[in-house]
């Protein structure tokens, strides 16, 4: 079991910044691949970014690409996500999630709870 807690969110105006956390229980953390997915309100959840166990490789959705940068901390169990020059089409529940331990393993995935970010124009 993972329990993800993210923190971070908030009011930000367009053109500020914003760094969003999510801390992971467990021993696990390391050996899985992270991301931060989104939900605007009566809209599906979407990808944003993730990182590779060791951190060596980031992806990202086309519309945040060179203004949010996602990143981890294995000796502390947290990822980030930083994002920078939000819009206020960024507003969102941002939500954090582990990847499975193998990949293709439908039951080994999990979700924080979700962060409310508010960009304002």
């Known amino acids: 079991q993972v329990q993800l807690v993210e923190s971070g969110g908030g009011l930000v105006q367009a053109g500020g910044s914003l760094r969003l956390s999510c801390a992971a229980s467990?021993?696990?953390?390391?050996?899985?691949?992270m991301a931060w997915f989104r939900q605007a309100p009566g809209k599906e959840r979407d990808f944003v970014a993730s990182?590779?166990?060791?951190?060596?490789?980031?992806q990202y959705t086309e519309p945040v690409k060179g203004r949010f940068t996602i990143s981890r901390d294995n000796a502390k169990n947290t990822v980030y996500l930083q994002m920078n020059s939000p819009k206020p089409e960024d507003t969102a529940l941002y939500y954090c999630h582990a990847g499975p331990l193998v990949p293709g393993v439908t039951n080994d995935y999990y979700w924080g709870q979700g962060t409310q970010v508010t960009v304002s124009s």
């Open positions: 467990g021993r696990t953390f390391s050996r899985r691949t």
């Open positions: 990182i590779t166990r060791s951190g060596d490789s980031t």
